[in-house]
Structure formats: structure tokens, C-alpha cells
């Protein structure tokens, strides 16, 4: 091959090289930033959802609280003083549209404004359901109140009705203290929800009766009946009629304490176009960049190789010699770049190698089972041990699978640096290594996670797991000087036994993620033993 030759080869193929690099990398890291941020975007809908229900019931619970103790002051049966009392709150609450005292014929004997004073209400279920006891009614208009109640132009208001009997000293029902709300404080918590959201472009929210009817949402769908399912609670990724796609988290309110709930359900929802423009910006950089890297490499590939193939044509004719086998050859020592008389001794140790290869390939296979930064096995190497030593003529006996995540780590990381947290890793992987029997194996599985794998073998005592995990937690929360610093993590384990758990060791180790992610959960620093009762749904709500 000329020089000429191969410049343009190395340059060509540096070019091809990078670019498709670029371009693999490009769809593989926006493939998964997509998947994050699908998944992030979905959490955040299911947690508006939730925020935005539990809202509505704490609201409505707080309400029917202050009627039903309003109700029991005795001195609200005398007009006068119920008059005075209830223009005082309608004061101070702007969202009572209307209050009022009726006596035991439904006559309106006080209310807010002098509205209704005097009318007979005695069929309307404020009065009807009030006599009886505590009652909240659904969203529904009023019709009587249309026109004296401020309310959007040309519509009828809209209430939530909360009353309760006033009873004599028998307990007998001799009238009702009943309070319309307007309908417009829930719309203000939505308003008030979205704004506190600021770039969440396309976010919607809706709340929807106990039929699936739409109270507050768009304009064009208050009314309608909403096409999903109010029983899927959570978040997904659906198809909505309009042809768009959505990220939709829906939750159901289910009261609060001793009060019921209506059946609303809260719905938030964001285009999923929101995740691939996103996503897709990060591709176009990627590629760009990688283009212009593919340029920049060829270039230097094109001036490197010049230099590469002067000495090395010398090469190539000191081993055609040797090939044709010309005695007493040898690699010349040429000049140009340290890299090419290392070439020459790297040919030559590479004989050497070849009659040493068995050597060779068990140093490699240690290398490749062996975590590079605390020395202990690595996830490659555990996963091969745990189904061997639960398998075939290791099957014979049990095993205790733990799982064993830091907790605090994050922090340090962030806050000394990737080195720091380095140091931390390494301390408390020879901390683990010291701990085990010679026949248990505990492995690193990547950043702060830790596995180890506990055989207990025919003849053989079984250890304390219980007391071992203690053991583990209080060693591994040992302070750690870093830098001159001390820091400390905490610890977090998961436990599972084989075959006790179950025979499928994939299962048991999920049941050990389970227990992990339990211990998490309920408050860190401690060890939780999978039971029955735990499901893997308690992985992913965790």
C-alpha cells in the first residue's frame, strides 16, 4: 500500500468510524434519555393527580368538619343570632356562596345576603338530607340562586352543598344549618396547581364526578363524559380522541378520615411530544457534534498516518524478509515515533505471549471477574457464582441472598466529588470482604450497590443473618476520612432465602431487591427479610 493509500484509508476510516459512533450513540442515549424522561414526566402526572385528589378531599373534609361543629351550638336555633353568625362567616370565607338556617318545616328563618329568607326549601336535599344528619352533596347548579350570586355571565352557578342538623336538647332535628359553596374554589386550586408548574407546556388538569362526567377542565369537555379508565389509577401513556398522546396520571379521591368522599377523580395530563422534542433536540446535538468530530479526526488521521507510514514500509520489508526466510533478520530500529519501536518489541513479546497463552487467558478471566475499583468480584462474576452454587452438585444445601445499598452516598459524591466517593467505595468493600465466611461471596454490582451471596452447606451451621446484618450496617456506618474530612453512609438491606423463598433463585433475588427497597422505605440504616406480604409492585411505588 503507497503512503498516499494509507492516509486516505485511516482518514476515511477515522471519519466512518466517528460518525457512526455519533450516530449509534446518538440513537442509544435518545432512546434511553427518552425512557427516563417518559418515566419522570409520568411520575410527576401520577403525583399531580394524587396531590390535586387529596387536595379536594382535605378541603371538603375541613368543610363538613366546621358545619357539622357549627351545627352543635345550641344558640344557632334563635334566627337573630344565627343571622348574625352567618353573615360574620359569609365575610370572612369568600367561597360560601350562600348559608342559611331552616327550622324544621323548611322555612329559610336566616341566610347570607337576605337570599331565600322566608322560602320554603323543605324539598331541596339540603334540607332533606341536613335534617338527618351530616350531609355533603355533590356539584350540581342552583338554579333559584341564578342571577344573585356572582358567576361567569350567562351561567348557572355551581355549588357543593354541606349541611347539618340543629337538634334540641332530646336530639330530635328542628331545623338544618346548610352552606352552598361555590364550585369556583376548586377551579382556583387548579389554577393555583399549574401555576406553581412553570414549564410544564401543555399541562392539563381535570376533575371528574363519580359517573366520569367532566367538573372543571377545557371548556369544550366540561360536561362530557371522559373516555378512560378512572379505575386505572397511576400514569400511561395513552392515546387520547383528539388523536393526541398523553402522559395521563389519574387518582380517585377517597375521602379523609371519617368523611366519604364524593367518587371525584383527579386527571393530569401533558402531551407526550413534551418528552420528544426534548429527546429529539438531543439527538440533532449529538450528531451535529459527531459530524464535526468525524471531520476534525479525519484530518489528523490524514497528517498521523504520513508519519505512521514511512517507518513502517521499513517494517513491512524487514517481514517480508523474515517470510521468505532470509536468516538473520531482524526488526530495524527505525525512527519517527516512540510507538513504532514499540511495535517491534511488542511483536516480539507477542511470540512470547503465545507460548505462555494459558497463563495469559487466567490473568485475563481474573481481570474480567473483578471489580477494578474496590477489589471485590464483580456482577458478572457473582451472577455465575450464584447459579452455580445453586445448581447442580451445588444445589444440594440452602442459601441467604442479600442485597445491600448505601445510603448517603449521593450526597458525599456530590458534594466532595467522584474521587471522594471512590475512596468511600473502596472502604467499605474491604469493610464487607472481612466480614463473610471464606465460602460466602460478596460482590459490587455497580455505583453504591452490593450484593452477597451466604451457601449454607449440609453439616455446616447456618450463620445469624439477623445478627450478620447488624454487623454489616454498624461497620459500614463507621466513619470514612476523606481528605481530611469524615464522612459517613448508612446502609439498607434486603434478605431472601433459597429455597425457602422459592426454588427459582431469579426469584428469590427479586424478592431480595423487594425487601431492599422495603427497608428503604421505612427509614433506611436496616435490614428488612422478604415475607409473602411483600409483592414486586412495592418496588417500583418505593
Not at 20 to 37: D, I, M, Y
Not at 235 to 248: C, I, N
Not at 270 to 285: D, H, K, S
Amino acid at each position: 500500500m503507497s503512503s498516499l493509500g494509507l492516509r486516505a484509508t485511516v482518514a476515511a476510516t477515522t471519519a466512518i468510524l466517528v460518525l457512526g459512533l455519533t450516530l449509534a450513540k446518538g440513537l442509544f442515549v435518545g432512546s434511553q434519555a427518552e425512557q427516563v424522561l417518559t418515566r419522570e414526566i409520568g411520575d410527576s402526572m401520577a403525583e399531580l393527580s394524587q396531590s390535586l385528589a387529596r387536595q379536594l378531599d382535605a378541603t371538603m373534609w375541613a368543610r363538613a368538619n366546621q358545619i357539622a361543629a357549627l351545627a352543635q351550638i345550641d344558640s344557632l336555633k334563635d334566627p337573630a343570632v344565627a343571622q348574625a353568625t352567618i353573615d360574620e362567616l359569609k365575610r370572612r370565607d369568600p367561597t360560601i356562596a350562600w348559608m342559611g338556617v331552616t327550622d324544621r318545616q323548611g322555612n329559610v328563618v336566616a341566610a347570607s345576603g337576605g337570599l331565600l329568607l322566608g322560602k320554603n326549601i323543605a324539598t331541596r336535599p339540603v334540607h332533606v338530607e341536613g335534617m338527618k344528619g351530616l350531609f355533603v352533596g355533590d356539584v350540581h347548579e342552583a338554579v333559584a340562586l341564578k342571577g344573585k350570586v356572582p358567576h361567569l355571565p350567562g351561567e348557572t352557578p355551581k355549588f357543593v352543598d354541606v349541611s347539618a342538623a340543629l337538634r334540641d336538647a332530646e336530639g330530635t332535628a328542628v331545623g338544618a344549618f346548610a352552606v352552598h359553596y361555590s364550585w369556583e374554589w376548586a377551579r382556583a386550586t387548579l389554577r393555583e396547581l399549574i401555576s406553581s408548574l412553570p414549564g410544564r407546556e401543555g399541562l392539563t388538569l381535570y376533575i371528574l364526578s363519580a359517573d366520569g362526567t367532566v367538573l372543571i377542565g377545557p371548556d369544550e369537555a366540561v360536561g362530557t363524559v371522559l373516555p378512560i379508565d378512572r379505575n386505572k389509577e397511576g400514569w400511561s401513556l395513552a392515546r387520547w380522541p383528539d388523536g393526541g398522546s398523553y402522559l395521563t396520571g389519574i387518582a380517585r379521591g377517597r375521602g379523609l378520615y371519617d368523611y366519604a368522599g364524593l367518587g371525584w377523580t383527579a386527571v393530569a395530563r401533558q402531551p407526550a411530544n413534551a418528552v420528544y422534542g426534548e429527546t429529539g433536540r438531543l439527538r440533532l446535538t449529538i450528531i451535529v457534534v459527531g459530524a464535526g468530530l468525524a471531520v476534525l479526526f479525519s484530518v489528523l488521521g490524514w497528517l498521523a498516518a504520513g508519519r505512521i507510514a514511512r517507518p513502517l514500509v521499513a517494517i513491512a520489508d524487514a517481514a517480508e524478509r523474515i517470510r521468505r526466510g532470509e536468516q538473520g533478520v531482524a526488526f530495524p530500529n527505525v525512527g519517527g515515533t516512540t510507538e513504532i519501536g514499540r511495535l517491534s518489541a511488542s511483536l516480539r513479546d507477542l511470540i512470547d505471549s503465545l507460548t505462555n497463552k494459558d497463563a495469559a487467558l487466567m490473568r485475563l478471566e481474573d481481570i474480567a471477574y473483578e471489580d477494578r475499583l474496590t477489589g471485590l468480584p464483580n456482577r458478572r462474576y457473582f451472577e455465575q457464582y450464584v447459579d452455580a452454587s445453586t445448581s447442580g452438585d451445588g444445589g444440594d444445601g440452602s442459601a441467604t441472598m442479600m442485597y445491600l445499598d448505601l445510603d448517603g452516598f449521593k450526597p458525599i459524591n456530590d458534594r466532595l466529588g467522584h474521587d471522594a466517593g471512590d475512596v468511600v467505595l473502596r472502604q467499605v468493600g474491604r469493610r464487607l470482604a472481612a466480614i463473610f465466611r471464606d465460602d460466602d461471596v460478596v460482590a459490587r454490582l455497580g455505583g453504591d450497590e452490593f450484593a452477597a451471596i451466604l451457601p449454607r452447606r449440609t453439616g455446616r451451621t447456618a450463620p445469624d443473618t439477623g445478627v450478620l446484618a447488624a454487623r454489616i450496617i454498624a461497620t459500614v456506618n463507621e466513619p470514612v476520612s476523606v481528605g481530611g474530612e469524615t464522612v459517613r453512609v448508612g446502609c439498607s438491606i434486603g434478605l431472601a432465602s433459597w429455597p425457602d423463598d422459592s426454588t427459582d433463585m431469579a426469584t428469590v433475588m427479586r424478592h431480595a431487591d423487594v425487601a431492599l427497597y422495603k427497608a428503604k422505605r421505612d427509614g433506611r440504616n436496616r435490614a428488612v427479610r422478604w415475607t409473602p406480604e411483600l409483592t414486586d409492585s412495592d418496588t417500583a411505588s418505593g
